[in-house]
């Protein structure tokens, strides 16, 4: 009982807060005080970037991706649009066309105007490139026309509820500069600028003079550094060394919120993202259904959330949060943790004595990984399922599991289901399928039909059963198996302000000042 008030309290401090509106968070941030110029930001997190694509949405590629580059608009929290690289747009009145009105004036970090070319081009490479994390959701765009300097026009074949989510995702590049060079430069239009990059180690940028919003950034330089042991993170934050940390272990993150204001903590854009244990639905004996369940009926989630996330979250086995109109609660009861049954279900599957297969984990991509992964060995053996634990680096992890797909079981973790939810099993690799590159590898026609049907109106009347047969059959098939809501806190020291995140928790960094 002591956890759960305590679990309460906290979040009253922090994610009241959190869930604002992105522009009237910053507007409240800015009245408080007025913004002091200069000084050095210094953020660390344990997780290296992998390149500079800001359409891998990866763990190190957060701190960037709204630093260096920029999109055509900005969604707040509540998904209502708001200008960034775009001024204006205008919907079709059939709904296959999207009128987008450019920023004139915007200049590339090398000196560069840009113009609708550069959209053509972001969404060319954004709806082909393997590497990119939503390909599904750019795919429905199915043209960009030009048809004048500051005028790009999005083309689709129907309906698309998702456009907003594409707007505000499809970061900008230099075709100048990319994609060949995106291993070790960046060139954006966003309100920093590169300026060195040491591979697993940090990458400086300083404030870009041309930023089109005059005035800012107010920070003369930004900085992030890896630091791949997270435990370590609270410590540089403590010592002075950094001004913000991300990926600190939640333990740190209650303790450092208690510490009477000396820090802020900010838990990062509600119902983002959760944890999940993935299956490779192409590895025996996964390919049976029943084997999935039975590994979907050993998750311990309230255990998980009770030690490892330190009760700051409530166990789930749902795609969508409570935020989302496609959150069933009713179906919450559909999966659970029981090891009887999950027996049941190995023996129904032709397994009675268990069998022995691989758990790949990584605690420098995300520290709360290996507790989930511990948890679940430790039943799955329960259950006669010996599960061998491979803990790797987050560049191996990126390597075996996202790239290559080479795995039985991983932890991991899903984003965009705080965005429209045709946008969640189209962009989410979690939700998508085997010819999309989904982590899983699942496939199934039925499946397939679900989610374009849920993309085919805007009517959310119809499209609310369509929603719900997606959930159903997900909790039926266990390929992806949800635990538990993955919060993402973000703590900086108090003399850090305008701090704040987008859906996806990437940082803004032009509004960030520092009062010292």
Sequence with gaps: MASSVSRRRFFGLTVAGATLGLLQARAAAAEAAEPK????FT????????????????????PFMRSI??????QDFQLQPHPDLAERWNLSQDGKS??????????????????????????????TDSSVTQLGMFKTVKGVETPEKYVAVLKFDGVNPSVFDILDTLYMVDKENFPEKKANTAVGTGPFKLEKYVPNDR???VAFKDYWDKGKPYLD????????????????LESGAVDCIRGASYLDVVRLGQSGGKYSVHMGPPGLAFFDVAINCKTEPFTNKKVRQAVAWAV?????????????????????PPTSWAYFKDLEGRLGYDLEKAKALLKEAGFPNGFETELITSATYNFAFNGLANILQADLGKIGIKARLKDVDTATYTYQFVNKREYAMAMQSYGRANRDPGSTVTAAKAWTSDKEGSWTRFESAEWDGLRKALNSTLDRAQRLPIA????????????TIVAAPNLQPWVHRSYVKGHQVDLDNSNFTDAVWLER
């Design 37 to 40: 110029r200069g000084g050095t």
């Design 43 to 62: 953020l660390a997190l344990t997780a290296a970037l992998v390149d500079f694509n800001p359409m891998r949405t990866t763990a190190g590629h957060y």
């Design 69 to 74: 580059y920029s999109t055509l608009i900005r």
């Design 98 to 127: 999207m009128t987008v009105k450019l920023r004139e004036g915007v200049k590339f970090h090398s000196g560069r105007e840009f113009t609708s070319a550069d959209v053509k081009y972001s969404w060319e490479f954004a709806s």
């Design 203 to 205: 990458f400086e940028c």
């Design 221 to 236: 330089r930004y900085i992030t550094k890896v630091v791949p042991d997270p435990g370590a993170l609270a410590i540089n």
């Design 300 to 320: 311990d989630r309230a255990r998980f959330c009770r030690t490892t996330l330190q009760g700051l979250a409530e166990p789930t086995t749902l795609i969508w």
């Design 468 to 479: 719900r047969q997606i959930q159903e059959m997900a909790l039926d098939e266990c390929f």
